[in-house]
């Protein structure tokens, strides 16, 4: 009789636990005391939104559900529950305890399942996981890249940003980790951040810098243009106003004493936008008498409110180009400066189209300077975004930008030299060859790379 009692009773608790909708309010877990996650996962017991297991536990770390996860959103937007019993699941029974929850989540496009399964007991990735808050709590979409680890190519890139800027969700050293299982106590934690302003995280930031000519970031552009004087300066511009604001102009930036004829800003200038911050390559020290040739790239940079102007060391004895910004480091690529000059006399002052030469990729921290690191070598096809102008009392002079051959994007770098186009990977430090087409420049898009041959046709490469 007793064995049959305690047989009875382990049956009510399976039902208990089985039962999505099964909480105590301010249940004290035995597993979450000291848990990093205490605080949120409380708040959700609390709401009686989540509940822990017979024994007493909650299992933070265990992989949450797709059913779990579906459970726990319905409760906390307070949304009724679909009683059209004509819905049918390959994969959930009508007399399942989750079969209206998941008809439900279906039906308002919050989790949707694909030709008929739900897949009700798959663990929910964080990709998954983003995609899934964002439309249940209807926050927008994002373009800005925020994680090293999250491309545009990622199906739910735009979801991840999303998420990301309402603060809901961070990552860890930079990286997002989209494919990896979202656990009890992580998703409880962004579930209590989209749900409460209180509780989000203290700010959001991006590891993904932004460069190019003209660059957008919440809906503002940041671009080079003359003013009625000639003068070159930077603009912000509100793209839904058009409202403009001057941050820097060329004539009010201090000469440093070593930084003899030096050129700050013109129309070939490659801004770089990391979180708040905008950094500015410019040609920096004498032009060489016999060539006119730039002696050295430097790098200063500011807020984007205009405020706090810097030259900052660049790194020593560096002749670099191509710089960027990923993961709080400063990358740039370099040779040494016998070589560069080199380089430099025969695409600026002699005309050739393009020089053969090894480049090494280097980073820096985010002063320029210091914990300088040697990434990688790869050779390269030197042709550069030549910029001509008229300085001083009007002599033209030619200067060697951009390297075109090398390209940076989001993480990776795409380069070109003798024997085709290759990608490099900054997550993995792998080299792969895209293409046998010999090249004489590049342009990047979110989904393609725009490659002209060295005849002047046009190659659409996938990334």
Known sequence: MLKAKLTIV???????????????????????????????IMYLSDLNIIGGYPDGTFNPNEPITRSQASAMLIKALKIPLNEDTSIQFKDVAKDSPY?????????????????GFMRPGEETSRAQMAAILRRAFDMPLDKQPTFIDVTPAHWAYQDINGIAKQRVAGGSNGKFMPKDAVTRAQFSAFLVRAMDDKMKLSNYRSYVSIKGKAIEQDGLLYSIAKDKDGYNQIIKENMETAKQEVLLKDEDIPRSPWDYSPLYLHNNTQLILYNNEIFIPYYSGDFAEADEVPY???????????????????????????????????????????NWNYLNRRIVQDNEKFVDSKLELYSTKMDGSSDKKKECSFDARITFDVYSYSYGDGTPIE??????????????????????????????KTTNKLSNVLAKDMNISDTQLVVTDLNGKKHILKK
């Open 10 to 40: 382990g049956i009510i608790l399976i039902i208990i636990a089985a039962n999505p909708f099964q909480a105590q309010a301010a249940t004290q877990f035995s597993d979450v005391n000291s848990h990093w996650a205490k605080k949120e």
């Open 99 to 115: 079969y209206k929850i998941l008809a439900t989540v279906n039906e308002k496009g919050i989790l949707r399942g694909n030709n």
């Open 296 to 338: 050295a790239y430097a790098v200063m940079k500011m807020n984007t409110n205009g405020q706090e102007l810097k030259k900052m060391k660049e790194p020593s004895g560096s002749n670099f180009r191509n710089m960027f910004v990923w993961n709080d480091r400063i990358f740039y690529t370099d040779v040494d400066a016998e």
């Open 399 to 428: 200067a060697g930008g951009e390297n075109k051959s090398v390209l940076y994007d989001h993480s990776s770098i795409y380069y070109f030299n003798n024997k085709g186009i290759f990608k490099y990977s900054l997550l993995d």
